[in-house]
């Protein structure tokens, strides 16, 4: 339990110490910051991130923010660099190097490939006076603080104030063009995130697969109709095909004595709840979590009242929505 204590009194310490090197880099933030994201917001081309070691993983990480916020982005390794991929950059990209001494050795080739062929350079390090501020064309400096660890050499503290300069540079090129969920979605389609960004038009059915009758059927054909589609309930639509009803199995329940006598226009609830097939389908399942049902009629409200497609609970389940 004492090996306990001091393990919680390490973690909130680092935590602590990291969560205030952020608020320095904050208040810290120069018109450099600006100049960067107008050079990343004018490429023609893609973004290329670089870095070393721990700078390295990082720079993979904001390469992946970058490119599935709006902003093609990869990542270049600096020793795979020098060894060829040098020619995956071109004048028309940026580049964006990471490292907190500013010296890293691996980083040279790429550094004066750049120099050389005059390709834009964002450099992001915690020595104003490194080689790598020195030769870029913005410099971003990083408040020089101690990392976090007992012994203050393991990229601890620099680390994560880099991320959060790329998380920083991200959002402000998202918010600069308006990027949406539905953009998001676009770039990631897979997943939880994915998922929860899933419209109802791209999981319901349509055509044919959707379970509707006309108000003046017989139940005998709404029944076959309830059966073959396997919903276990019938939309009943007008003589325009606007949706005016629906029959579940309580509705059948309810006029159960004498049922086949009757039409489904006569046996349906009216008015039942819809959901408009550009909603997000989180929508959808919270309206059948209040209602208390299992599916929803998709209808544009711009269609007169038509019925675009049909939405089961099942559907959003498959989908990974709930």
């Known amino acids: 339990m004492a090996d306990h204590q001091k393990f919680l009194a390490t973690a909130r310490r680092v935590i602590t110490q990291e969560a205030d090197a952020l608020t320095i880099l904050a208040d810290g933030l120069s018109e450099s910051f600006g100049e960067a994201v107008a050079l990343l917001l004018n490429a023609k081309g893609r973004v290329i991130v670089s870095g070393m070691g721990k700078s390295g993983h990082i720079a993979r990480k904001i390469a992946a923010t970058f490119a599935s916020t709006g902003t093609p982005a990869h990542f270049v390794h600096p020793a795979e660099a020098s060894h060829g991929d040098l020619g995956m950059m071109t004048r028309g990209d940026v580049v964006l190097v990471l490292s907190n001494s500013g010296e890293t050795p691996e980083l040279a080739d790429l550094v004066a490939y750049t120099r050389r062929f005059g390709i834009p350079m964002i450099g992001v390090a915690s020595r104003p006076e490194s080689t790598l501020l020195q030769r870029a064309d913005v410099a971003v400096v990083l408040p020089a603080l101690k990392e976090a660890c007992g012994t203050g050499v393991v990229p601890t503290t620099s680390t994560t104030m880099t991320l959060a300069l790329g998380d920083a540079l991200a959002v402000a090129l998202m918010e600069h063009r308006d990027f949406t969920p539905e953009n998001f979605r676009e770039f990631h389609p897979g997943g939880k995130l994915g998922a929860q960004l899933s419209k109802v038009s791209d999981l319901m059915h349509v055509d044919s697969t959707v379970p509707l009758v006309a108000a003046e059927t017989p139940m005998s054909d709404a029944l076959l109709e309830i059966s073959q589609k396997g919903f276990g309930v019938v939309g009943v639509v007008d003589r325009d095909k606007r949706l ?27 008015h039942p709840a819809t959901v408009a097939p550009a909603a997000l389908a989180e929508e959808a399942v919270a309206i059948m979590n209040a209602k208390k049902i299992t599916c929803l009629f998709a209808v544009d409200p711009d269609g007169h009242g038509q019925v675009s497609g049909f939405l089961h609970i099942h559907d959003c389940l498959r989908a990974g929505i709930v």
């Open 244 to 270: 005016i009803g629906i029959v579940t199995d309580g509705d059948l329940r309810r006029h159960m004595t004498g049922l086949l006598d009757h039409t489904a226009g006569e046996v349906m609830t009216a």
